[in-house]
């Protein structure tokens, strides 16, 4: 069992929203991820609430319905710089359904599993196979959209976005694109 441990900002600012768009301008490749309260009736539904960006410096957490994240999160995922993660059309269609975007440069690492022929192809199945270690999966259904995260849920999600760039770059040493 692993958790990213390097840099995480949790952005609650412009100024660190700011330093995040620079961070990302600066970037090839981000791993991508969204979190969304879980439901626990059928035909529920919730906004996403957290959208984690990974770059080779830090991850960045956007708690979704405290700011708007918009003007960092649009141009981001409009831009040229690889945006990588597992099931990310899901997230895609997810932040569209809070703000207009037309995505670029997206790639499901996940997709890019099956075509290759691994039936197991979620993100904490990839990072065992790939990577070398297992995602834990505990705070996975938590309240994404509480005000304040839990240390529990900010590893978590940091590591979620960390080990999607970290398959997206061992995938590209591999030859699987």
Known sequence: MRRYDGRVVLVTSTAQAEQAAEDFAAERLVGFDTETRPTFKVGQKHPAALAQVATARAVYLFQL?????????????????????????????????????????????????????????GVRALAAMFLGFRIPKGTKTSNWAAPRLSPQQIAYAATDAWACRELYLSFETLGMF
């Open 65 to 121: 319905q405290r700011m708007d994240c918009a003007p960092i999160l649009g141009p981001l995922l409009e831009s040229a710089t690889l945006k990588t993660g597992v099931g990310i059309g899901d997230d895609i269609k997810a932040l569209r359904e809070l703000f207009p975007f037309e995505p670029q440069a997206i790639v499901d690492l996940g997709a890019v599993a099956r075509r290759k022929g691994y039936e197991r192809s």
